[in-house]
């Protein structure tokens, strides 16, 4: 029983963090979002792959939309 109890209490806040999460970002203005997003994703090459950065280049984002099934 109280193993169901901690799975089940795991998977909600899982399940919770998530919602939030994305929530949060779909309220923010774009410019603020895209400089976070940026951001992370600088921090991530450099610490990851540092070799694939380049400054030299603007960054830029790119929404894709996912492909509806038909």
């Known amino acids: 029983?109280?193993?169901?109890?901690?799975?089940?209490?795991?998977?909600?806040?899982?399940?919770?963090?998530?919602?939030?999460?994305?929530?949060?970002?779909?309220?923010?203005?774009?410019?603020?979002?895209?400089?976070i997003l940026i951001e992370t994703a600088k921090n991530a090459v450099l610490k990851y792959a540092p070799g694939y950065y380049r400054d030299y280049k603007k960054t830029e984002i790119i929404l894709r939309e996912p492909i509806p099934n038909n």
């Open 1 to 35: 029983m109280r193993r169901i109890l901690i799975t089940l209490s795991a998977l909600l806040l899982i399940t919770t963090a998530g919602y939030a999460q994305k929530n949060m970002f779909e309220k923010m203005p774009p410019n603020q979002r895209d400089s």
